[in-house]
T-cell receptor
Framework: DSGVTQTPKHLITATGQRVTLRCSPR?????VYWYQQSLDQGLQFLIQ???????AKGNILERFSAQQFPDLHSELNLSSLELGDSALYFC??????????FGPGTRLTVL | AQSVAQPEDQVNVAEGNPLTVKCTYS??????LFWYVQYPNRGLQFLLK??????LVKGSYGFEAEFNKSQTSFHLKKPSALVSDSALYFC??????????FGSGTKLNVKP
């Protein structure tokens, strides 16, 4: 158990809908990373937050957004969902720059 | 451009034999390199990292990796494979710890 929690574990929704994925980092970790893991594109870095501020952006679509709240939990919002958005979404928290602890992931299925 | 490549989709090895999972990178400047393992329906677990210093890095579960700057490689190795090592292995590279780039993953099959 990494200490990072993600909810929900599974999410099934329809195209065009909007969903919110939640991540609670390990106690004391200020940094949160979001990743998308799909069969055809592997594991892709989406975005990083540090203590509430966006720190780095990767291959994150404009339909996706994220934020980190004062209690350090983070949410990833996915809107206008497409079939291709079906994937595993992981968050990772980090106590220091060269170390990440991954959550168990949220499996999103878009029908 | 920063990228990391894992040239093998799958590696098959017999239990007790040595294993190697390959990783090469293309990053400007000095890279920080990582190996993670993923078991079915689980998140990634950290195995080891190279930040600086000794090119041979020892990690969890008897794994080690060698940083080779001239060949831009960071291959994962283990002297004697176990069936329980069967999993998906990811190499990752970062330049500034803000963005991490992961390889496509290599499925390791260890047969009894």
């Amino acid at each position: 158990d990494s200490g990072v929690t993600q909810t929900p574990k599974h999410l099934i929704t329809a195209t065009g809908q909007r969903v919110t994925l939640r991540c609670s980092p390990r106690s004391g970790d200020l940094s949160v990373y979001w990743y998308q893991q799909s069969l055809d594109q592997g594991l892709q870095f989406l975005i990083q937050y540090y203590n509430g501020e966006e720190r780095a952006k990767g291959n994150i679509l404009e339909r996706f957004s994220a934020q980190q709240f004062p209690d350090l939990h983070s949410e990833l919002n996915l809107s206008s969902l497409e079939l291709g958005d079906s994937a595993l979404y992981f968050c990772a928290s980090s106590p220091r720059p060269n170390e990440q602890f991954f959550g168990p992931g949220t499996r999103l299925t878009v029908l | 451009a920063q990228s990391v490549a894992q040239p093998e989709d799958q590696v098959n090895v017999a239990e007790g034999n040595p294993l190697t999972v390959k990783c090469t990178y293309s990053v400007s400047g000095n890279p920080y390199l990582f190996w993670y393992v993923q078991y079915p329906n689980r998140g990634l677990q950290f195995l080891l990292k190279y930040i600086t210093g000794d090119n041979l890095v020892k990690g969890s579960y008897g794994f080690e990796a060698e940083f080779n700057k001239s060949q831009t490689s960071f291959h994962l190795k283990k002297p004697s494979a176990l069936v329980s090592d069967s999993a998906l292995y990811f190499c990752a590279v970062s330049y500034n710890f803000n963005k991490f780039y992961f390889g496509s993953g290599t499925k390791l099959n260890v047969k009894p």
